[in-house]
């Protein structure tokens, strides 16, 4: 199981295309792959597209990803680098 | 449509082309009978000439000598007044405006009513090979009865691999690879009470610049192939409602295996569409895997298509309240950084 805290980059936060990207990256991976806020008051299924709505992150959020599988490494990364990137955004911050 | 409609398209000739043409004599063989056309003269031509455009002319000015507006391949309806200026004019006269200009290149000349011709008329016929016809109706009419059977006849055309079904009175036209379950889904979708219109073949019809005709060909009507039970008759076994005729394609839906969907539309913010002959169509794209009921996803993608249609597109409404949710926050933070400064403010004023 992998652990990496992660901070919402993009302007708009993670809006519903933002998201619609994440889901469609996080379930071209085996591993299940879980998105927390950090203060843990929220959980997400990174592969369903409602869950990761209602986390309600924000620009600036920081999230907790935690990947569980056989291609953890893989999977932790493309996350992480997606999210770091802004997930796909232009004009991101 | 009606089925004397549909004869015309026996022609196996007239099928083959993206933009098919029919003979003069099949216009009158199998024509719409409302005309009861019949040939005057020239009727050794018309097995051969052909009838290229929908579009029908009125022969009009063209007899004064402005042919500006004839083209090849039309049908040139001649009224009453045409013939009524043709009598009135010298038999020599009738035969140089007959023989001047564009007139041979016309697909044949309709003449409507029954007015007394000039002998002039059925020789030029004869002589250039160009059918004259005649119909009981008078002009307007048999400009429309001609150009609706013309255009129905002469539209560009194709044949798609896949199911066409009426659900809820929209013409769902479903696509996907074979084996992938397209008949199977049909069957549980007729059960349901829907209509079958085509199974495996669906002949679409540009009838309109915008608009799609989608029926089944002649022989495949009402018959649906399961494997493992083999060709049914559908109108035999779940009765005359459950078929229909001919019906306007308004959506297309495409079954794919899961593992081969490249993308899947997970929010339904945009609204697909797809291409037929050239006409956009709005489109789902349905990726299949165990465990999903393809009657049940089809059902839902024509309540969403008429949802739409009616100017209500629920993933659209859901992410602007999610956005509006996500920037609910942001505008927290800053009153209170309003209210704070206020409150420095306040301070200072009492220090002072």
């Excluded at chain 2, 052909?50 to 004064?64: F, S």
């Excluded at chain 2, 140089?96 to 059925?122: D, F, R």
């Excluded at chain 2, 030029?124 to 004259?132: M, Q």
Aim: proline share 4%; with cysteine.
């Amino acid at each position: 199981m992998l652990e990496r805290r992660v901070v919402i980059r993009n302007r708009l936060g993670l809006h519903a295309r933002a998201a619609a990207r994440l889901v469609r990256v996080a379930n071209s991976y085996h591993s299940a792959v879980r998105l927390e806020r950090i203060d843990g008051s929220h959980s997400a299924d990174a592969k369903s597209i409602l869950s990761v709505l209602m986390l309600a992150a924000g620009f600036g959020t920081e999230l907790r990803a935690i990947v569980y599988g056989e291609d953890e490494d893989e999977a932790i990364n493309a996350l992480c680098t997606l999210i770091a990137e802004g997930l796909g955004e232009e004009g991101r911050q | 449509m009606s089925s004397n409609h549909k004869s015309a398209i026996a022609n196996p000739e007239s099928l083959m082309p993206d933009h098919p043409t029919i003979t003069v004599g099949d216009f009158v063989a199998c024509g719409p009978a409302r005309l009861q056309l019949h040939v005057l003269a020239g009727a050794d031509a018309a097995v051969a000439r052909r009838i290229t455009a929908a579009r029908v002319h009125k022969l009009g000015l063209a007899l004064a000598g402005f042919a500006h507006d004839i083209h090849t391949g039309r049908v040139q309806i001649v009224g009453q007044s045409e013939i009524a200026y043709l009598n009135q004019l010298s038999s020599e006269r009738r035969r140089e405006v007959l023989n001047s200009g564009a007139l041979g290149q016309i697909a044949c000349m309709l003449v409507t009513k029954s007015p007394a011709l000039p002998p002039e008329l059925a020789e030029w016929a004869e002589r250039t090979g160009v059918p004259l016809l005649q119909t009981p109706l008078v002009s307007s009419l048999a400009i429309t009865v001609t150009t609706e059977f013309l255009q129905e006849t002469l539209a560009p055309r194709e044949t798609r691999h896949g199911v066409l079904l009426e659900l809820y009175g929209v013409g769902v036209l479903i696509e996907g690879r074979s084996g992938i379950g397209k008949s199977e889904c049909a069957l549980d979708l007729i059960v349901r009470g829907h209509r079958l219109v085509a199974d495996d073949l669906v002949e679409v019809r540009r009838i309109a610049p915008d608009q799609l005709l989608g029926s089944a060909p002649e022989l495949l009507s009402e018959h649906l192939e399961l494997r493992g039970v083999g060709i049914i008759n559908i109108r035999d076994l779940f009765g005359v409602s459950t078929i229909s005729g001919p019906k306007n394609i308004d959506l297309s839906i495409k079954l794919e295996r899961w593992d081969e969907v490249k993308e899947v539309d997970r929010l339904g913010i945009d609204e697909l569409t797809a291409e037929i002959l050239g006409v956009r169509v709005p489109h789902f794209l349905i990726p299949v895997g165990s465990g999903r009921n393809l009657a049940t996803l089809v059902e839902t993608a024509v309540r969403v298509h008429l949802s739409r249609a009616r100017g209500n597109n629920a993933a659209q409404t859901f992410v602007a309240r999610h956005t509006a949710s996500l920037r609910a926050p942001d505008v927290e933070a800053e009153s209170r950084r309003v209210n704070n400064s206020e409150l420095e403010d306040d301070r200072e004023e009492t220090r002072r």
